[in-house]
T-cell receptor, first 115, second 112 residues
Framework: ETGVTQTPRHLVMGMTNKKSLKCEQHLGHNAMYWYKQSAKKPLELMFVYNFKEQTENNSVPSRFSPECPNSSHLFLHLHTLQPEDSALYLC??????????????FGDGTRLSIL | DQQVKQNSPSLSVQEGRISILNCDYT??????FLWYKKYPAEGPTFLISISSIKDKNEDGRFTVFLNKSAKHLSLHIVPSQPGDSAVYFCAASDGSARQLTFGSGTQLTVLP
């Protein structure tokens, strides 16, 4: 497999459920990201992991809990979500260097619907 | 307040003609700019980028122009093809944080 793979592609869950989104990158990158894309809105950065360490948390509610066990895998654990959390969740990876700019590469996303 | 703006939500162009997609930004600390293309049910795909030390970068049919004084960048696609029909996002990052800030996207439709 190549690129960035996200599972599941679609998820429907109730507000009291607990589920996890999974992301795996096969590009040898050292940074991984979670984004949220709601309808008609720009992509919003949620979390950044650099060398497995969380470096950014953009004021994301605690009902979203990220986990990065190694530089190739990233999870987003979901618990007691709200209807407004229904969105497309995108994972991305990149090679971060001190003095270099490299593009982020995205997976195809998980379409999440909260009932 | 959005730091990266794509003011045209949609654009239609005839096949073979030039497509010009525009993007404005407000943060003068941005020094790296990217364009992504997104098809339905797929993630954004990186298309082309430009560093603030340049004013033009070309890759095949795609050229990105950067006007730093106007805080404006544009993507030119020539000739446009029906397969180019997609949503195009511009994004920008500053040198320290290296986080991307995205625009809201422009739906390009290339008519055969």
């Amino acid at each position: 497999e190549t690129g960035v793979t996200q599972t599941p592609r679609h998820l429907v869950m109730g507000m009291t459920n607990k589920k996890s989104l999974k992301c795996e990158q096969h590009l040898g990158h050292n940074a991984m990201y979670w984004y949220k894309q709601s309808a008609k809105k720009p992509l919003e950065l949620m979390f950044v992991y650099n060398f497995k360490e969380q470096t950014e948390n953009n004021s994301v509610p605690s009902r979203f809990s990220p986990e990065c066990p190694n530089s190739s895998h990233l999870f987003l654990h979901l618990h007691t979500l709200q209807p407004e959390d229904s969105a497309l969740y995108l994972c991305a990876s990149s090679q971060r260097g001190e003095n270099s700019n490299q593009p982020q590469h995205f997976g195809d996303g998980t379409r999440l619907s909260i009932l | 307040d959005q730091q990266v703006k794509q003011n045209s939500p949609s654009l239609s162009v005839q096949e073979g003609r030039i497509s010009i997609l525009n993007c404005d930004y407000t943060n003068s600390m941005f020094d790296y700019f990217l364009w992504y293309k997104k098809y339905p049910a797929e993630g954004p795909t990186f298309l082309i980028s430009i560093s603030s030390i340049k004013d033009k970068n070309e890759d095949g049919r795609f050229t990105v122009f950067l006007n730093k004084s106007a805080k404006h960048l544009s993507l030119h696609i020539v000739p446009s093809q029906p397969g180019d029909s997609a949503v195009y996002f511009c994004a920008a990052s500053d040198g320290s944080a290296r986080q991307l800030t995205f625009g809201s996207g422009t739906q390009l439709t290339v008519l055969p």
